[in-house]
T-cell receptor, first 112, second 116 residues
């Protein structure tokens, strides 16, 4: 059972454009929804995270939109840059010392 | 943010040998650590939860006798792949929750295992 579904699998965006990645979750008990960025051969790094009591969170060029009723959340990367080219994973989890469940990842390529 | 360090970053071994991967929390204590495995172009799959002072708990389908986990101290967890085979070749990544227990996990840089 896949608890977190992520789309698209891959994405190509022009430099300066907006990258949008979507995720849907099943377990309504989740209360922590992070996005991780991973470069080849490296461990994932936290990009931005949101909790279900907030509908949107923005940090610099990165924004999470959260729709609790639809059980969906998305990552928007504004003014996408070639340096943003990486694999992005959404995840879901709980407060406390518990593991995260990851989506399958989106490979983003930002072309000049 | 909290720093998690893994060693080695890559290792090549012969089939049938054992390999140990270390995961350290450098500036915080971690009573719990999580070990994930990632195959090429795939997602992170949880293998096991490492608990300081007690036995690790393994996810369904993960052989506990093959993937030995020892949480020796509040800052060190080790994963030993015993009698490694080519199908064990993968990217192994450890992570630890931060002290505030917000749900955030801090990940190590990963260890690339290649079994010949």
């Amino acid at each position: 059972q896949q608890q977190v579904k992520q789309s698209p699998q891959s994405l190509i965006v022009q430099k300066g454009g907006i990258s949008i990645i979507n995720c849907a979750y099943e377990n309504t008990a989740f209360d922590y929804f992070p996005w991780y960025q991973q470069f080849p051969g490296k461990g994932p790094a936290l990009l931005i995270a949101i909790r279900p009591d907030v509908s949107e969170k923005k940090e610099g060029r990165f924004t999470i939109s959260f729709n609790k009723s639809a059980k969906q959340f998305s990552l928007h990367i504004m003014d996408s840059q070639p340096g943003d080219s990486a694999t992005y994973f959404c995840a879901a989890g709980f407060s406390g010392n518990t593991p995260l469940v990851f989506g399958k990842g989106t490979r983003l390529s930002v072309i000049a | 943010g909290a720093v998690v360090s893994q060693h080695p970053s890559w290792v090549i071994c012969k089939s049938g040998t054992s390999v140990k991967i270390e995961c350290r929390s450098l500036d915080f204590q971690a009573t719990t650590m999580f070990w994930y495995r990632q195959f090429p172009k795939q997602s992170l799959m949880l293998m096991a939860t490492s608990n300081e002072g007690s036995k690790a708990t393994y996810e369904q389908g993960v052989e506990k006798d093959k993937f030995l986990i020892n949480h020796a101290s509040l800052t060190l967890s080790t994963l030993t792949v015993t009698s490694a085979h080519p199908e064990d070749s993968s990217f192994y990544i450890c992570s630890a929750p931060g002290a505030l227990a917000t749900g955030e996990l801090f990940f190590g840089e990963g260890s690339r295992l290649t079994v010949l």
